[in-house]
């Protein structure tokens, strides 16, 4: 997402509950086809072995048009679900649509009382208070859920829980604006809440009993929350993107405003608490608790993936002059120490997909503590670090080094015995001081193929620094360089493998490292149609969120676009290359929040959050506004609300019973 413009940032979860996706094996099918709804004509299992998933395939859904406004002020699903199983038969499902509420609503606190959903809490867990229109005065909620974890705990004591209790981790980025209409954009620390849900082992059906707000206070609240992962050990990976600019802070209106709403006083966040990587612990009775990691960098923290080592982890950087970053953890399933890399591109960048792709090499940025960086994030000072510089100095002095922030020129110098602050604290300097580069545009999620040995990173755009001779940070070192720009963007993929070593020829201690980079999906920028799209509608338009399902052989796609007029879930099927449409989002919304699973005791889930509704750009939706504005109002609380939910099955005339 822009720094300046927030169009589109995410939308409601969808939990893919219900659906009978993934039969996990031949006991498992029966079941969870007879749990859709219809029951086994199978009275003798013992006899008969139950066939067992082979492969599933997405039908796409249109995008909706001005014919029926409805459909594109809210929640459209028009696609299916086909299965095939090991008896050659198959069976298609209508997907829908379902939510647990709409930020803003009151839901269950597990204590028998209620709380607000998407509620806004400063540093002392005390409601922040939208007292901007006199005698309307209320507690702030965001409209803007973001990442989201499902997930379930061996040994769950909240009570009221019919089925099985599962778990989702939701984090709340920003709120678009206060009730007098002023922009509130990163001015608030972003919550953070876990659900417990009731999942009904018979349908797979997933209900809120719980609404639980996660305390952040010793994590110095969170910054900008934006996309999230599941560790493979059952943590809520989170982030925090765009970065305070620690030198500057003293003239930064934002992030005063933040420290004033957060701790009462514009002047007492410190920048360089902020930019790094919260990891959330669910708790068996439904609670949550919060850490920050301080060696992971500081950069604008997009969607990591965990490899299967449980080590490594990739990162997507959602900035101008952004990098590929790899770390690679000391310890399995501890992300408290480490070694920092920035990957370096060699030659052959492009966005040909046939193309063989470019090679990837990596840059050591340093080794470090969680610990260590955290007690210099508290005692450092910015100028301790490193000379900054605007402008370039006069007279010349070759002790400085020009590098591009955010499309724009620095002049540096680290001072004597400073580095480790440099490469964890000022890390995008840092790391184009290095070599390392930093000229991509917008690099959000990351996501892996394990039986592939693949990893894809969705660039939202091609712009800017990836532009040859663009004015906004285009180094000619970076090794990108594209001709022309694709503002529509596209999704990278990745070669993993191991044996590598870093740039100083030490070895690299993981088998999942990015060896190579090759264009896969791309979409397109076109003369606005009849609608007002300015990116081709039928192909992805500024992807952002990506999750990977290995049952399915499916990379999902959810888009941040600007240039749709609705935002889009696409399902890509790695094997048959086929891109189908799963989704459409309230028009001004933004698809975030995408998260799979491909067995949650024995179901199947996708999870995908919509943000800011109705949020209208005159250059894309000045032939839609009018109509969609009133309807967008009143589904979501006058735009302040956003939905978080589910896609399922509607089962609604589907006889699962005729499935073997």
């Known amino acids: 997402m822009s720094n300046q413009v927030h169009a589109g940032r995410r939308q409601a979860l969808k939990f893919l509950a219900g659906v009978p996706m993934l039969p996990l094996g031949s006991a498992s099918i029966a079941t969870m086809l007879t749990g859709c709804g219809g029951s086994s004509n199978n009275s003798d299992t013992s006899q008969t072995p139950a066939p067992t998933f082979v492969s599933a395939v997405f039908g796409a859904m249109a995008a909706p048009s001005l014919s029926n406004p409805a459909a594109m002020a809210t929640t459209t699903v028009g696609s299916t679900l086909k299965i095939s199983l090991s008896d050659k038969s198959e069976k298609e499902y209508k997907l829908a649509y379902q939510t647990f509420f709409i930020t803003g609503d009151m839901v269950d606190d597990g204590k028998g009382g209620k709380i607000l959903a998407g509620g806004y809490y400063d540093i002392n867990n005390k409601p922040i208070m939208d007292t901007s229109v006199a005698g309307k005065e209320r507690q702030f909620f965001s409209d803007s859920p973001d990442g989201t974890s ?63 707000n996660v305390d952040t206070s010793k994590a110095n609240g969170l910054w900008i929350t934006c996309g999230s992962s599941l560790s493979p050990w059952g943590t809520h990976l989170s982030s925090e993107e765009y970065e305070p600019d620690a030198q500057f802070v003293s003239t930064d209106a934002q992030f005063k405003a933040f420290s004033k709403n957060t701790f009462g006083d514009e002047t007492k966040a410190n920048p360089y608490h902020y930019g790094h990587l919260p990891e959330v612990t669910v708790n068996p009775d439904g609670t949550g608790t919060i850490k920050k990691h301080y060696c992971l960098g500081r950069i604008s923290h997009e969607l990591v993936q965990v490899m299967p080592d449980n080590r490594t982890v990739l990162m997507g950087d959602d900035a101008t002059n952004s990098g590929l970053f790899l770390f690679v953890a000391d310890k399995e399933k501890d992300l408290s120490s480490g070694t920092l890399y920035v990957a370096k591109v060699g030659a052959g960048f492009s966005l040909d997909t046939a193309a063989a792709g470019a090679k990837l090499t990596w840059i050591k940025l340093g080794s470090a503590t969680s610990a260590e960086i955290e007690t210099m994030a508290n005692t450092i000072k910015p100028t301790d670090i490193m000379t900054i510089l605007k402008a370039e100095p006069v007279p010349a002095d070759p002790s400085f080094t020009k590098i591009w922030v955010g499309g724009k020129a620095n002049w540096i110098k680290v001072k004597p015995g400073m580095e480790k602050a440099a490469a964890f604290l000022e890390t995008h300097r840092y790391a184009y001081l290095k070599g390392g580069s930093m000229g991509f545009t917008k690099m959000e999620g990351t996501t892996v193929n394990i039986k592939d040995k693949v990893a894809y990173s969705a660039l939202q755009n091609m712009v800017d620094s990836m532009v040859k001779d663009n004015a906004k940070g285009w180094n000619a070192e970076s090794g990108i360089s594209l001709d022309k720009a694709l503002v529509a963007g596209g999704v990278m993929a990745h070669t993993l493998g191991g044996g590598q070593t870093d740039t100083s020829g030490t070895a690299i201690n993981s088998e999942w490292v990015p060896t190579l980079t090759k264009a896969l999906l791309l979409g397109e920028d076109i003369a606005a149609d009849a609608l007002g799209n300015l990116a081709n509608p039928d192909k992805i338009g500024n992807p952002d969120n990506l999750k990977f399902s290995e049952k399915l052989r499916t990379l999902f796609i959810g888009e941040d676009s600007g240039y749709h007029v609705n935002n889009f879930l696409w399902a890509y099927n790695v094997d048959t290359k086929v891109l189908s449409r799963l989704m459409s989002m309230p028009s001004g919304a933004e698809a975030t929040g995408l998260h799979v699973v491909d067995d949650l005791n024995g179901w199947t889930y996708i999870t995908s959050n919509f943000q800011h509704p109705g949020d209208w750009s005159s250059s894309l939706h000045g032939k839609v506004q009018a109509t969609l504005d009133p309807l967008v109002r009143a589904n979501y609380k006058d735009r302040f609300g956003a939905a978080v939910g589910y896609l399922t099955a509607d089962v609604t005339g589907i006889k699962l019973n005729s499935v073997k």
């Not at 379930?152 to 778990?167: D, E, M, Q, R, Y």
């Not at 620390?189 to 659900?195: C, D, K, N, Q, T």
């Open 150 to 212: 499902l997930l379930s705990l061996p040994s769950p004591t909240v009570s009221g829980i019919k089925g099985k209790a599962v778990f989702a981790v939701v984090q709340f980025e920003y709120t678009t604006r206060n009730q007098a209409l002023a922009d509130t954009y990163g001015q608030l620390p972003s919550p953070i809440a876990v659900l417990t849900l009731d999942q009904d082992q018979t349908t797979g059906k997933l209900s809120l009993v719980k609404y639980h």
